[in-house]
């Protein structure tokens, strides 16, 4: 999947693609922004398909592509958009070159779908990828036990605490000193299924208000203690 594309000179593109076997690939489209070019297309951000590169002296060339999808239904409401642009800037970050990257493009694929359907709220989209996406990349938080007593069976109780620092979940009587973001043991289910559903069953679930906002808030911390990076394209989320 093509996850960023720049303009270079008059008519060509340099673009990134995230690809199943080798991370993240730089490559150099040539004559991608000519009107006729057979390449205009398939140069594009959001481009999912078969790509045909050639090594040249310092950087690889897109040859030609196979599009399977653009994942043309988000282009009908910005803030879709947005939330592609914003996943994609995560996986440019995050995904590193000539490193197999297990699941992380078919996470990739079906965030853009879960976009695409605009059944469930962006701003859980978002969440939901960005701890899957971590998840996947070795940075899960325990959200199984308590940190301090081991205690596994957290869903009997009304809360517990998420303290990001220490690494996940603490349980109401280790938390003397209520550090952290107190959430309902429906947010912590919530957790569970997204670090363990399968990629394909990932966006079919739903939250109400109050659980949508303690995910909203424990993933951000989790992506502010992990990752600890300003992404561009936050700034344009929720403005349409
Ligand atoms: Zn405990």
Redesign the pocket.
Known sequence: MVIAAMPVGEYDRRITILTSERGKISAFARGARKPTGALLACSQQFAFGQFVLYEGRDSYNLESAEIRTYFGDIRNDMNAIYYGMYACEFALYMSRENVQPGQILNLLYVTMRALEKAQMPKKLIRRTFELRYLTEDGEMPEVYE??????ESLLDDDHVWFDAEKGGV??????LKDRGIRMSRSTLYTLQYIVSSPLEKLYSFNVNETVLNEVDRVVEEWVKVRVGHYMKTEDMLDMF
């Open positions: 308590c940190l301090n007593c081991h205690r603490v349980c109401d009587s280790c938390n």
